[in-house]
């Protein structure tokens, strides 16, 4: 992890500052993952679509299946895809003894706001569409692909849908009005977010729309149902209070929440699996709280 912070400053960060496009920016991450990023033995992906939506179901051989983990890639609402994921999606749905669909939801600033929040909740729709049971899918996700988990939830507690039977959200982004206390009190010591990019993505996001709205800014949302929750955070990130806030609001409305605050580690650290003990770590923590929540698959 040491090294990670290192290459995250030196490297990634000023990459983020520098480089304007985009485009660049998104083939840059692609091939970021092609050269450090190694899949699992055994994984297997077949390309599909969901509710409408395109993304690619995610499998390793052998494992069994008991359910559905939506994952939700991250990359500040522009950026991402679910090849620069697979290599972490895989494990992860593995250990929780899942089958994995990550979907290409579209991205901004071509598709502006509500754009990936609908394309998430369609997603979701769509496992229900296609008879899989809602007690056992599990919606997770990365930063911004955190922010549009907990935003399902959100959407979710305030219709008639069936709850789902877990979320796990890593490094979210939950507050888009980037007034929380740790944007500043953790600029200097977050080794990978560069604040002006983080800025312009979001705004490229949201697109003028109101930051308080719920299905931009969760922690603005009520949730009169909710399920088991679980928060995994870097306590240097300046996303921190992010994570805070949401869990204080789930708390508030009755919901089963554990966060976890992880010392040392970057933004959306689990993506490093394979490569660090802390990746792995937060992997097999979000696999067992998963089955905890979940339970037997025939109970």
Known sequence: MRVARIVARTVQKPALVIVRSNRVLRGLFDLNARVFHRHPRGLRQEAGRVGGVPGVWIVTDGQTETGILLYLHGGGFVLGSVAGYAHMIGPMAAQAGLRAWAPSYRLAPEHPFPAAADDALASYRGLLELGHDPARIVLAGDSAGAGLALSILADIAASDLPMPGAVVAISAIADMTLEAASLR??????????????????????????????????????????????????????????????????????????????????????????????????????????RRALGPADA
């Open 185 to 290: 009190a953790n600029v200097r010591r977050d080794p990978l977010i560069a604040p002006g990019w983080g800025q312009r993505s979001l705004e490229a996001y949201r697109a003028g729309a109101d930051p308080r709205t719920p299905r931009l800014s969760p922690i603005f949302a009520r949730f009169p149902r909710t399920c088991p929750v679980l928060l995994q955070v870097g306590a240097e990130e300046m996303l921190l209070d992010d994570s805070r806030t949401m869990a204080d609001v789930l708390r508030r409305d009755g919901a089963p929440v554990s966060l976890r605050i992880w010392p040392g580690v970057i933004h959306s650290w689990p993506i490093l699996c394979g490569l660090v003990p802390e990746a792995d770590a937060a992997i097999a923590e979000a696999a067992a709280f998963v």
